[in-house]
């Protein structure tokens, strides 16, 4: 599975868009971009996930660029329950284990 | 929320001693996981299970071993525990190995 990028941590502002960079410059075809959270002293929570299209689900947009190797998570309006850890994981869509492989992900903290 | 329940939540179990962690789910799912998750090192795949019976290991699965006797309860045992396996665990669920993973509310075990 393709190594992924992310900066370690992001602030963002009450009602505001975050925007989650994610850089995967190794991916390959057949490799999906999937993106978790994690709030604090909970188990980590699906977010979306994409092939190489844009993706929107009543949680979050996913934004990948015409070459794949990166893409954008984007909350449209964060709110103070958003603060989480972020995970951008990629992943072979084919993969029969289903293994996922975090990384440290992006640290958002949404104030007031 | 996915039907996914962990026990125990908490547990302080000196070195030396078996443990059990024990996984159950509600949603007929396929894959079955577990991960641990430690400060500096995030989530990682101990052990998973595509079917009863069926279990292979992680990145991280010393230690460790796993049953799947039915579908629904997927254990976690650490046979004499260590204390470098104080860790938040973590299991997951998944309807096939391609598909979005369903976390679990995580136990807290610490070995003294």
């Known amino acids: 599975d393709a190594k992924t990028t992310q900066p370690p941590s992001m602030d963002c502002a009450e009602g505001r868009a975050a925007n989650l960079p994610c850089n995967h410059s190794t991916i390959s075809g057949n490799e999906y971009v999937y993106w978790y959270r994690q709030i604090h002293s909970q188990g980590p929570q699906y977010i979306i996930h994409g092939l190489k299209n844009n993706e929107t689900n009543e949680m979050a947009s996913l934004i990948i660029t015409e070459d794949r190797k990166s893409s954008t998570l984007i909350l449209p309006h964060a709110t103070l329950r958003d603060t989480a850890v972020y995970y951008c994981i990629v992943r072979n869509g084919s993969g029969n284990t289903g293994k996922l492989i975090f990384g440290q992900g992006t640290t958002l903290q949404v104030k007031p | 929320d996915a039907g996914i329940t962990q026990s125990p939540r908490h547990k302080v179990t000196e070195t030396g001693t078996p443990v059990t962690l024990r996984c159950h789910q509600t949603?007929?799912?396929?894959?079955m996981y577990w991960y641990r998750q430690d400060p500096g090192h995030g989530l990682r795949l101990i052990h998973y299970?595509?079917?009863?019976?069926?279990?292979d290991k992680g990145e991280v699965s010393d230690g460790y071993s796993v049953s799947r006797s039915k579908t629904e309860d997927f254990l976690l045992t650490l046979e004499s525990a260590t204390s470098s396996q104080t860790s938040v665990y973590f299991c997951?669920?998944?309807?096939?190995?391609?598909?979005?993973?369903?976390f679990g509310p995580g136990t807290r075990l610490t070995v003294t």
């Open positions: 299970s595509y079917g009863v019976k069926d279990t």
């Open positions: 949603e007929n799912h396929r894959y």
């Open positions: 997951a669920i998944s309807y096939t190995g391609s598909y979005e993973q369903y």
